[in-house]
């Protein structure tokens, strides 16, 4: 059974920077695609950043060019970097192993969530 636990999220200001780590344990995700995805309440989760063992890496339009996934040297750990944050990226995060299909790199989430980590961001 895997288990993802997020971590990093806070209270920061707009313009502010947060980076998040996943660890995973029960199996090595490595292998495997991996993303984060945000959920603000009373919504749908939704992708956010994806990165495969190449170190290829998917964002979606809003984040381009402010967050930045990584993987850690760590076997099982992923992060997310979160630069010039706006109150609209407000939201509990998670990360799960992917897979991305289709000629659009659909990203989709496979696996058990964690509980995440809140980020709340002040305008």
């Known amino acids: 059974q895997v288990q993802l636990v997020e971590s990093g999220g806070g209270l920061v200001q707009a313009g502010g920077s947060l980076r998040l780590s996943c660890a995973a344990s029960?199996?090595?995700?490595?292998?495997?695609?991996m993303g984060w995805f945000r959920q603000v309440a009373e919504k749908e989760r939704e992708f956010v950043a994806a990165?495969?063992?190449?170190?290829?890496?998917y964002y979606v339009d809003s984040v381009k060019g402010r967050f930045t996934i990584s993987r850690g040297n760590a076997k099982n750990t992923m992060y997310l970097q979160m630069n010039s944050l706006k109150p609209e990226d407000a939201a509990v995060y998670y990360c799960?192993?992917?897979?991305?299909?289709?000629?659009?790199?659909?990203?989709?989430?496979?696996?058990?969530w964690g509980q995440g980590t809140m980020v709340t961001v002040s305008s």
């Open positions: 029960g199996r090595a995700f490595s292998t495997n695609p």
């Open positions: 799960n192993s992917v897979i991305i299909i289709g000629d659009e790199n659909t990203v989709l989430p496979f696996g058990s």
């Open positions: 990165i495969r063992p190449t170190g290829y890496t």
